[in-house]
């Protein structure tokens, strides 16, 4: 028998979030605010999109497609609670087979607008990083 070696994605949000309050939490900030483009030195630009749920629940979701890296991926941003969201990571050039993912919060700044996007579990996938300016 064979061991998995890592979860699957469909068990993303229990793994990561198994206290999260029933009903989810809405964002600080209403879902247009969290849209827009990147920037961070050591990840570069990011620009992120509203999509369809791919479940046709009638949320959206967040998309930044990554074709600028050495693998080709996605950062798909699902809604959790509040401000954190499960940070999905699928491979272009294989979407199905390797898909990893990661918690994400969105900070939002003193001045009440987004101040970045922070990801990861017991490494850190993103820095925080100043969304909205122009790269």
């Not at 939490?25 to 050591?42: F, K, Q």
């Not at 479940?55 to 990554?66: C, I, M, N, P, Y």
């Not at 990661?102 to 990801?119: C, P, R």
Request: contains cysteine; hydrophobic residues 35%.
């Amino acid at each position: 028998m064979m061991k998995e070696l890592d979860p699957p994605a469909d068990e993303a949000v229990d793994i990561l979030y198994p206290e999260r309050p029933q009903p989810p939490l809405p964002p600080t900030l209403n879902i247009t605010e969290l849209e827009g483009i990147s920037y961070d030195p050591g990840y570069g630009r990011i620009t992120l999109r509203e999509d369809p749920h791919p479940g046709g629940s009638g949320e959206k979701v967040f998309v930044a497609d990554r074709h600028d890296m050495t693998w080709k991926h996605q950062m798909r941003l699902h809604h959790v609670s509040g401000d954190y969201w499960t940070i999905y990571l699928p491979v272009l050039e294989n979407p199905g087979y390797i898909v990893e993912f990661v918690a994400g919060e969105f900070k939002i700044g003193s001045n009440g607008k987004v101040a970045g996007l922070q990801g990861g579990t017991n490494r850190q996938l993103l820095a925080v990083i100043s969304c909205n300016v122009a790269c």
